[in-house]
């Protein structure tokens, strides 16, 4: 075991300019997933066959094959079909819609839990279907399913190395290029594993503390 | 697509296949033992079990991958090659999100199950053995058959460090054909097949279990698969 702090130190500036990939992905691919997954869980609630088929027959389809395939397919097939975007843009787009289809199923529970007394209330009122949604139903089942939601951030986090397979420099990224350099591989791989453990635990506790203040 | 070039996806299953059974075996025993180890009356043992699912949990599946492959050879001078250097990587980190399962399965089982045990002066081993486990079991195939469709999916990051499984072979045929939308949608489909017949065969290890400790399955049961007990992203 040789361990050379001076590579850490040469390290670190890339680690940050990683770092700062890593969570630009997380931020823009979460804001995707969560305004995607709203977007599946009603529409599998149209009462039409032949919108709730296509919309599950899709996504049971992203959720049960892997991110990294998912990813080659949009970086090497969008070009062929005259769509380009930077590595960046692609990957984004990938994790958010891969994890979309998680969160689809977040807000499918969470609109499920909504007590019925609220669906016959809107009724009684005679409120408009729209005006249900945006004004009933939407307001409590999102308060619900907020700690779900951050589980799939999480877990999301875990998943933005696999962006490097597409030339996204995020933190693993970063770390293999510098291997490549400097024929260093233990410092910094070491550090951004380390790294990870610690976001994710200070993640996890955050989103504990904020479930406690939801349920109060 | 040429025959050679089907051979090539051929080999690239019969290597995610392998890879799929070794990781899931090496990632039960680390779920059964780290999880019935945070049930342990040693203050001592608990942490260490509870240390290990948080840090296993914590890092990327793929980051533990690069760390074996690259780290352990270079620092420790163990040489792995690629596919227990991938089971390895993957059983580990699969199993730590597995401990959370098999420990949420037994403290679901009724108290006065275990309280009975003690009644009747069972060992702890015994308890365990005998009471907790046949009926916690069960309960755990559903999400444990989540579990396995997200081993499946991690599966493919090892094909990063070069080893030819079913999404190596597929940037291979990329590569002889120079196109692209035909091998990865056949791969995208290949990897669908193999998560349906998955779930199928939980589905019906879930029925027989449950068979056996007089329960009826859970109704519905992988028709809406419940990502909340993925564990994946179950961190708190």
């Known amino acids: ?216 | 697509m040429t025959s050679g070039l089907w051979e090539l996806v051929l080999r690239g299953i019969w290597t995610t296949v392998q890879l799929l059974v070794f990781s899931a075996l090496l990632g039960a025993v680390v779920a059964f033992v780290v999880g019935v180890a945070r049930t342990h009356q040693s203050r001592a043992v608990r942490f260490l079990a509870a240390l290990y699912t948080t840090v296993f949990r914590g890092t990327s599946a793929l980051i533990m991958i690069f760390w074996i492959y690259f780290v352990l050879p270079l620092s420790f001078g163990w040489q792995l090659v690629p596919m227990w250097a991938g089971t390895l990587a993957l059983g580990l980190t699969y199993g730590a999100y597995g401990a959370e399962i098999v420990r949420g399965a037994i403290a679901a089982v009724d108290p006065a199950q275990r309280e009975g045990g003690i009644a009747l002066s069972f060992t702890p081993w015994q308890r365990m053995r005998l009471i907790l486990l046949p009926q916690a079991v069960p309960e755990m195939i559903p999400p444990f058959s989540n579990l396995l469709i997200e081993l499946l999916k991690g599966t493919a990051l090892v094909s990063l460090m070069g080893m030819g499984d079913l999404a190596f072979s597929g940037n291979l045929v990329r590569l002889a054909l120079q196109e692209s939308a035909e091998i990865y949608t056949y791969i995208l489909l290949i990897y669908f097949v193999i998560a349906f017949l998955l779930t199928r065969g939980m589905r019906g290890l879930e029925k027989k279990l449950k068979a056996g400790v007089g329960k009826e399955p859970r109704a519905g049961a992988g028709a809406a698969r419940q990502p909340e007990v993925t564990g994946v992203g179950g961190v708190s």
């Open chain 1, 1 to 216: 075991m040789n361990w050379d702090w001076g590579a850490v130190a040469d390290f670190m500036p890339h680690f940050w300019d990683g770092l700062l990939v890593t969570l630009q992905v997380l931020a823009i691919g979460s804001v995707i997933s969560f305004v995607l997954g709203l977007v599946w869980a009603l529409l599998m609630r149209v009462p039409s066959r032949w919108v709730t088929w296509p919309v599950g027959t899709v996504t049971e389809f992203i959720r049960n094959t892997p991110l990294l395939v998912q990813l080659f397919f949009l970086f090497y097939v969008m070009p062929e079909w005259g769509l380009t975007f930077s590595a960046l843009t692609t990957g984004v787009v990938g994790i958010g819609l891969h994890y979309s289809t998680y969160t689809m199923q977040v807000y499918r529970a969470g609109i499920e839990a909504v007590p019925v007394g609220q669906w016959e209330a809107a009724t009684a009122l005679n409120l408009p279907l729209r005006r249900t949604w945006t004004a009933v139903i939407l307001p409590q089942a999102i308060r619900r399913v907020v700690p779900a939601l951050g589980n799939y951030v999480i877990a999301m986090l875990k998943d933005t190395p696999i962006l490097m397979a597409i030339t996204v420099l995020e933190m693993l990224g970063e770390a293999q290029l510098f291997a490549r350099e400097t024929f260093q591989f233990t410092e910094p791989l070491t550090v951004i594993g380390v790294a990870f453990i610690v976001i994710s635990y200070l993640a996890s506790l955050a989103l504990r503390a904020l479930e406690r203040r939801l349920v109060h």
